[in-house]
């Protein structure tokens, strides 16, 4: 620790001129008690105009974490760069992996290599740590894992936290040696020991899944929550998670749905999308908010597009799919406001496989709603969508085969769809089943079968199927005994909904101000 006359003195040798000294007063004032970020700026800036490549990286890294000032990019990366190009092996370090993200820079993933490479060939754990996983991952080139390893050991052995974390995960993966889960969690351990955020949220995974080690939630917990205090987003994600369902630490709504917020304002991509989905929707507590869903909204697609450049999303992966959700959401509520582009981000979701994109498509095609009227590639976007489990496609195919829109007009194959919509949970699949065992359509007739579709349709929701039961009460059709208490019930539920016609039903049954009682009461159960 530097004494009170030490730090005099290299003030003074500062101020004389010594860039070597104004370098060392700046990178003081970024850290510990004396951390100051403008007075460390200011000496930096002073031993940078003087060629320090040290200042130059320091002072461009500041600027590109935005560390208690706003962010500056572009400027960053002019001061890393002359770093970088001077030979300064943590400037090219750190060059590397703002190609690799495109920060500051256009995003290159040869000049990533490239400049990683150059800082590992100076024996820089940093970038020997980054070379490595852009090898393993095959950025510029096959992947190499046997060259990833080299890289991985050789900042390892330096007690680079975050090579000794990939080489874990190298050995947990069995990629490229054979799979040793123990060993996998003894580097772990070793790397979240020094305080590495990442390495620290790695090893409550491992204790989490119990790799290599037997699992414990409140293990798990305990490192998770270090590692989100020392603010890896990902770690405040997943913490936020373990709260919301108690696992490993006491269930709090509040403090998940805080978490959640920290890790989408730190650029989160998943959290971003549930925090907008919870505005959207509902959820952690949260009220439904349509203008902070649209901001949100906006901002996990913007995250997707910024995300699928550096790093295509993989169609059906866990992350294309809460992309995908956020592009749909979105898409709807711009319908109304801009077409052109709703279309394309729902095009973009059904891309991505969300089914319920699909379907929205297709029965927009077979509308001509936004878009072209087309009933071939509406069937093609349907069909789609029901074989990715979305039962109202199903239901709407069934209609199509059934009127003649789909294709050629057959009841058989429209019952295969019903079926289908039916299976999937879908209530007008169940009441278009119960008109056809009703009316013999494509089936033998069939009472009791008709009866047992309506009774599910009806049950949940469907206004026609509870009209059509409320009838068949009321007449004692389809083999019931008349029961005008039953036919009100099925009335009421209609009527409870907004149904016109169920009102006069319900008029015309007589008695009417007390059957309105009656509906009322119905309608708060």
Request: proline share 3%.
């Amino acid at each position: 620790m530097i004494t009170n006359a030490e730090w005099s003195s290299l003030r003074l040798k500062a101020l004389d001129g010594d860039r070597d000294a104004a370098t060392e007063v700046g990178e003081a004032y970024t850290r510990g008690p004396t951390r100051n970020i403008p007075e460390a700026m200011r000496w930096l800036s002073r031993a940078a105009s003087q060629g320090s490549a040290e200042a130059q990286r320091e002072l461009g890294l500041i600027l590109l974490r935005g560390d208690g000032i706003a962010k500056d990019p572009d400027q960053a990366a002019v001061l890393i760069r002359e770093a970088a190009e001077s030979g300064d092996a943590e400037a090219q370090a750190a060059l590397g992996v703002m190609y690799a993200y495109g920060d500051g820079v256009q995003q290159d993933w040869p000049l990533a290599v490239e400049w990683s490479h150059r800082a590992a060939e100076q024996d820089d754990p940093w970038g020997e740590a980054n070379l490595g996983l852009y090898l393993e991952n095959g950025r510029d080139g096959p992947a190499a894992p046997d060259q990833a390893m080299l890289w991985y050991r050789r900042a390892a052995a330096q007690g680079f936290a975050l090579a000794q974390t990939r080489l874990g995960l190298m050995y947990q993966n069995g990629k490229g040696i054979p799979a040793d889960p123990a060993q996998a969690f003894s580097l772990y351990l070793r790397a979240a020991m020094q305080g590495d955020a990442i390495s620290e949220r790695v090893l409550a995974v491992a204790y989490r899944d119990g790799i290599g080690v037997a699992a414990s939630a409140a293990d798990a917990a305990e490192w998770m929550t270090r590692s989100a205090e020392h603010g890896d987003v990902d770690a405040k994600y997943l913490l936020s998670q373990m709260y919301l369902i108690g696992q490993g630490i006491a269930k709090s709504r509040e403090k998940a749905w805080d978490l959640l917020l920290q890790a989408a304002q730190g650029g989160y991509a998943p959290a971003v999308a549930q925090v907008a989905d919870a505005y959207d929707q509902g959820g952690y507590g949260v009220d439904p908010d349509p203008t902070a869903a649209r901001q949100w909204l906006e901002v996990a697609v913007d995250t997707a597009q910024r995300e699928d450049r550096s790093d295509p999303e993989m169609p059906a992966s866990q992350q294309a799919n809460v992309f995908a959700r956020a592009r749909y959401r979105l898409g709807m509520i711009l319908l109304g406001t801009d077409p052109d582009r709703a279309v394309g981000l729902l095009m973009r979701a059904a891309q991505q496989g969300f089914a319920v994109a699909s379907c929205q498509l297709g029965l927009m095609h077979h509308l001509g709603q936004a878009v072209t009227q087309d009933d071939r590639l509406a069937v093609t976007l349907l069909e789609t969508a029901a074989n990715g489990g979305i039962g109202q496609a199903a239901f709407t195919l069934g209609e199509g085969y059934r009127d003649g829109w789909a294709g050629q007009r057959s009841m058989q194959v429209a019952l295969r769809w019903f079926r289908r919509a039916a299976a999937l949970g879908d209530a007008q699949g169940w009441m278009a089943l119960g008109q056809a065992y009703e009316l013999a359509e494509g089936v033998p007739q069939d009472q009791a079968e008709a009866l047992t579709w309506y009774q599910l349709a009806g049950n949940n929701g469907v206004v026609a199927a509870q009209l059509r039961l409320g009838d068949i009460a009321l007449h004692g059709e389809l083999g019931q005994p008349r029961d005008q208490s039953v036919a009100l019930k099925w009335y009421h539920l209609a009527a409870a909904q907004g149904d016109s016609n169920a009102a006069a039903r319900i008029a015309s049954v007589g008695d009417a101000p007390t059957l309105q009682a009656g509906a009322t009461e119905t309608a708060g159960k």
